[in-house]
């Protein structure tokens, strides 16, 4: 499995490209306080967290606050997403 850092957005927001498809699923440890959002782009995807899972296709997003471990896979082999690793918000303004 590749991990690269494809893109970061002021410091504060990171994209993730991996390369894991050929075991058709990939999964990703956030650090402890971020939040995820994935979007597919692509194809279908399955998000496995604990014992939930979600069903996602072309145009959904998924969003995790305070993220844990998770798994993505692509039950029909491939499947084009984007996640944002986000940092935790502020409650204060």
């Known amino acids: ?50 014992e939930h899972s979600e069903q996602l296709e072309a145009g959904d997003a998924y969003v995790m606050p305070l993220a844990k471990e998770f798994a993505v896979q692509a039950p029909r082999g491939c499947a084009d997403v984007l996640l944002f690793d986000l940092p935790p918000t502020s409650s204060g303004g």
């Open 1 to 50: 499995m590749t991990k690269s850092l494809a893109a970061s957005v002021k410091d504060f927001s990171s994209t993730t490209r991996r390369n894991a498809w050929s075991a058709r699923m990939l999964g990703y440890q956030p650090q402890a306080g971020r939040s995820i959002y994935l979007h597919v782009i692509q194809g279908e995807v399955r998000v496995i967290s604990g």
